[in-house]
């Protein structure tokens, strides 16, 4: 079993950054794909960004490459999320999630409890 724990959310301006974490507690073996998904109001979830162990690959939707970057430190159980340059459109619940095969293309069997982010303009 897996939780997983996100913080760093809050209110920034356009322009602003945050910084999103997400602490895995459990069985890492069940992370070797990680991704941060969101969700604004009346809209569907869509994912953000995704890694997979060893940080080697990592994928990225559209609307926020070249602003965003994810990372992870395995010897801390830790996912990350630098945003940078944001956008009121960036305004969503941010969830954490991760599986053991695939986590980009697929849905991910564990996710987190969500942190909210709002980017004012």
């Known amino acids: 079993q897996v939780n997983l724990v996100e913080s760093g959310g809050g209110s920034v301006q356009a322009g602003g950054s945050l910084r999103l974490s997400c602490v895995v507690y459990g069985h890492t073996y069940h992370t070797y794909c990680m991704a941060w998904f969101r969700q604004a109001p009346g809209k569907e979830r869509e994912g953000v960004a995704a890694i997979l162990t060893g940080g080697g690959s990592t994928y990225y939707a559209d609307s926020v490459k070249g602003r965003f970057t994810i990372s992870r430190d395995n010897a801390k159980n830790t996912l990350y999320l630098q945003m940078n340059s944001l956008k009121p459109e960036d305004t969503a619940m941010y969830y954490c999630?991760?599986?053991?095969?695939?986590?980009?293309?697929?849905?991910?069997?564990?996710w987190g409890q969500g942190t909210q982010v709002t980017v004012s303009s």
């Open positions: 999630a991760a599986d053991p095969v695939g986590c980009w293309h697929e849905t991910p069997s564990y």
